[in-house]
């Protein structure tokens, strides 16, 4: 069954995702991150403009890297996405195919919408019957 765990509280959702993903990626792990096209836009934008001791090496999904790429941006989940990665939602939505990853990482902001539209996912996994992980950023940033 899919793991799924909710971070929450990113103070900016882009550098959140992009410290996330290099952190994983660091660890080895192949990432897909699923978005709105807008979002998949600025995160591929930010990635770019990132230095090049921090740059992460990272395709928009229909590359012809896809398969090779550590990280894969895309705003619809197919059968053609690597497989074995691990799937980052950054959507107000709960992607159609997600269960075909091991492990979903849904990240939250401050803001009340995104709040409201996560708490919405949170109960549709948990409908589902899916145990949910929930790590709050507030706290690790007061520690």
Known sequence: MTEVAFHFGAPNKLDYAGRLLRKAVGRGARM???GSNDLVRRLDAHLWAQS???FLAHCVDGDSSM???PVVLTSALHLGLPTGSVLLNLADVIPEGFDRFGRVI???SHEEEDRL???GRWKQY???GITIQKHDLNLKGAA
């Open 32 to 34: 897909v991150v699923f």
């Open 52 to 54: 090049p001791t921090e």
């Open 67 to 69: 398969l090779r790429s």
């Open 106 to 108: 849904e990240v939250v």
């Open 117 to 119: 539209a996560a708490r």
């Open 126 to 128: 948990a409908q589902r």
